[in-house]
């Protein structure tokens, strides 16, 4: 079974769970038989309520009686129970057994003591518990919104709305969390504990201007904590004003001396570039700078040198350039080598290799992103199709909150590590372990990757290509990459020594699209025109290329062309700007060409799939997993292989299933095809036909697997006879 069908299965189950629990309480409710579903509770309430409305009060505190005896998770609802009770004389303690706590079916005596407290209305007890339940899980509404309660029921509503802006922003409903946050108080937003994230939902909401002056007043009154004053930074970046935000970071780290401040005020760099002269300067800025740390000494003490470690981030924005940068990435690299050897001596070699005579090898695969995510969607078929004969697999899962994609990859591994939190807790638990080889999937997306990546936890350390960019840190030993994917000099794009895998390099599955349940009308799409789609990133557009789109509608002015919002509003303002500026210099209406849908859910995103003729890949960062989902709907894809790997990636995949029609040769080659596939349905039509027959040997592959793990036994000094055939070992740099 793939994640795909797992998902599916799990949906299914889900909704016949449901049903029957709706049904059995509906049932029970009506018979005054105590049930066990969590809505028990919900409809005792109702039923109590309405038997109140009739005058019968016996009725009624019976009802809310035996309400007490379900779970209640719910602390509105818990007391909106007790005061029913207290209204009718009753106390609502007065059945409870107080050994036993509200339930013998709550889980925790911590909560059963918070139910007790509520029904004593002493809120101030039940305070630390609800705190303690939002920290632990920060996307959580319901908990926040019991913390919330608790406490306006002590006056403090300011408060109370700061917490469920924090939560919604967690939960990414962004628009909830600015009209939270905006319905506090500026004393109560101007704390350490909200203010950054007041400041990153205005962000969100298309509130720079707003986010800015809360960033000033609060900077004045002295209350700008250190991530307030990046979310500040941030803001500024997002509007182009590059050098105010350094400003900005500059003064923060002259008042602070904080190291997170002064790092990112040289390094930060525009996410969606206005101009090829903004990336530049900034680019420029950057690399000027990162050439000045490797000569830089380093700070003396401890608490220095792990203020100095933990504020090192990798410098994702120039890994997505048509440069390969590999001089200022290996710079960087030595850098957070020689930061991280200071600070962890005990980590700065590799540990001693075990015996591993007769023994399985143990694999380790850590990342941040071991939950349903592009990352673990891309390689969950190293999971799945591992040989546990020979293989002993480990799983490090980092993130802060594990999923359904957690629990379905552990099936396939033997040892799932608890999340640990904390770099060198992190460190401690992979090293215990006692691993032959050590596999990051995705160095170079957050702060922790880098960090554990430079330090040496196992004797053979490896990365893949997840983030197709090379660390440029001593302790990686290997790039694990694509051998259709890497153009002829791949390996002089790499710190590490680059190991390339036969087919595609995973075996991933197909995606099942759903039935096509949207149709253009409902995208905003017109019938019976071209319509070009390009879905990715918007940092991936490089404004050198933003002439391409406008080329082709001007052999095709039906074509309408389709991109998807970025992560930020400002972003896609950005981003709408230079499209509608390289349309205008051609003389064509932007208006009547160019579509930016919102963010979608998954299901949605396959129906847009099915809704579109042709899809537009992106120059020098091609798409990825993206590519994969578009291959499974038989949609031609355009393509111009770039310079390095991660231009080339579905120039790979077409060459893997033998349809290289829309792979160009140069930008005009790339407006040609395109123009071709527009005009003429019968060549799409054939093209999607012969992806459709050949697209088998793209997923579920195990040759790529099977080439891995020789190369896994290689490398710990295993091999055998015919273990170095299967994959290809480039020569040093």
Not at 95 to 121: F, I
Not at 270 to 280: D, F, G, L, T
Request: hydrophobic share 45%; with cysteine; net charge negative.
């Amino acid at each position: 079974m793939d994640f795909y069908r797992f998902m599916a299965a799990k949906a299914a189950l889900e909704q016949r769970a449901l049903a029957k629990s709706t049904a059995e309480t509906a049932v029970s409710v009506a018979c005054a038989v105590p049930v066990q579903a969590t809505e028990g509770a919900e409809a005792c309430h109702a039923l109590a309520r309405s038997h109140l409305q009739q005058g019968n009060r016996d009725a009624a505190a019976a009802a809310w009686q035996q309400a007490l005896s379900f779970p209640i998770n719910d602390l509105v609802l818990l007391d909106a129970i007790a005061q029913g009770l207290r209204d009718l004389g009753r106390d609502p303690l007065a059945r409870m057994d107080m050994a036993q706590g509200v339930s013998p079916l709550n889980q925790t005596t911590a909560w059963q003591a918070v139910c007790l407290s509520v029904l004593r209305q002493d809120w101030t007890a039940v305070l630390p518990a609800l705190q303690d339940a939002c920290d632990s899980h920060p996307a959580c509404i319901r908990r926040a919104n019991n913390l919330a309660y608790a406490l306006r029921q002590l006056g403090r509503d300011a408060q109370a709305n700061c917490i469920i802006g924090s939560a919604q922003l967690e939960s990414g409903n962004y628009g909830l969390a600015a009209e939270a946050f905006a319905a506090a108080t500026p004393e109560a937003v101007q704390v350490p504990e909200f203010l950054s994230r007041a400041i990153l939902a205005l962000r969100y909401t298309n509130g720079e201007a707003k986010a800015l002056q809360l960033a000033r007043s609060s900077a004045e009154l002295g209350r700008c904590n250190e991530a307030a004053r990046i979310q500040w930074a941030n803001t500024l970046t997002d509007l182009h004003r590059v050098e105010e935000a350094r400003a900005v970071l500059r003064a923060a780290a002259e008042e602070t001396g904080q190291w997170k401040l002064r790092l990112q005020s040289e390094l930060i760099l525009p996410q969606v570039a206005a101009s090829i002269e903004e990336i530049a300067r900034a680019d420029a800025h950057a690399c000027s700078y990162i050439r000045q740390l490797e000569q830089m000494a380093l700070p003396a003490g401890e608490d220095t040198l792990t203020d100095l470690y933990t504020s090192l981030e990798p410098n994702f924005y120039l890994g997505y350039r048509s440069e390969p940068n590999i001089d200022p990435i290996r710079c960087f690299g030595r850098f957070v080598s020689r930061v991280a050897a200071a600070r962890f001596p005990q980590y700065g070699f590799p540990p001693q290799r075990r015996d591993t005579d007769g023994r399985r090898l143990r694999i380790g695969y850590a990342s941040c992103y071991l939950v349903n995510h592009t990352i673990t969607r891309h390689f969950a078929g190293w999971f799945e199709h591992a040989n546990r004969h020979e293989f002993e697999i480990h799983m490090f899962p980092f993130a802060a909150e594990l999923d359904p994609m957690s629990a379905y990859l552990g099936a396939y591994a033997d040892h799932v590590h608890p999340t640990t939190y904390g770099l060198e807790a992190i460190a401690e638990t992979i090293r215990a372990a006692d691993l032959d080889l050590l596999v990051h999937l995705s160095i170079g997306m957050d702060p922790l990757s880098m960090q554990l990546g430079a330090l040496h936890l196992a004797p053979v350390q490896c990365v893949s290509w997840g983030h197709p960019v090379s660390t440029g840190l001593t302790a990686i030993d290997y790039f694990i990459s694509v051998d259709s994917m890497e153009p002829a000099d791949g390996n002089m794009h790499y710190s590490e020594r680059l190991v390339t895998l036969p087919g595609v390099g995973v075996a991933i599955a197909e995606t099942h699209p759903s039935e096509k349940t949207m149709a253009r009308i409902d995208f905003g799409l017109p019938e019976r025109v071209p319509v070009f789609l390009s879905l990715q990133s918007l940092f991936k557009y490089l404004p050198q290329h933003d002439g391409l789109y406008a080329r082709i509608a001007r052999e095709l002015p039906d074509a309408v062309f389709v991109f998807v919002e970025g992560d930020m509003p400002a972003w896609t303002r950005t981003f709408r700007n230079r499209m509608e500026a390289s349309f205008e210099a051609a003389c064509l209406p932007p208006e009547k060409y160019i579509r930016i849908l919102p963010r979608m859910a998954f299901s949605a995103y396959q129906s847009l799939l099915c809704c579109c003729d042709v899809a537009l890949d992106t120059m020098d960062f091609s798409g990825g997993q993206t590519s994969y989902d578009l291959l499974s709907n038989d949609l031609p894809i355009v393509t111009l292989p770039g310079r390095m790997m991660r231009g080339r990636q579905t120039y790979g995949m077409l060459k893997q299933i033998g349809v290289e029609d829309t792979i160009a040769t140069d930008a005009d080659d790339y407006v040609r095809i395109a123009v071709r596939l527009g005009q003429e349905r019968a060549v799409r039509d054939d093209i999607s036909r012969r992806i459709r027959k050949n697209k088998h040997l793209l997923f579920n592959d195990p040759r790529p697997v099977q080439a891995l793990e020789a190369f896994y036994r290689w490398a710990t000094g295993n091999a055998l006879p015919s273990d170095q055939a299967k994959f290809r070992l480039w020569p040093p740099v």
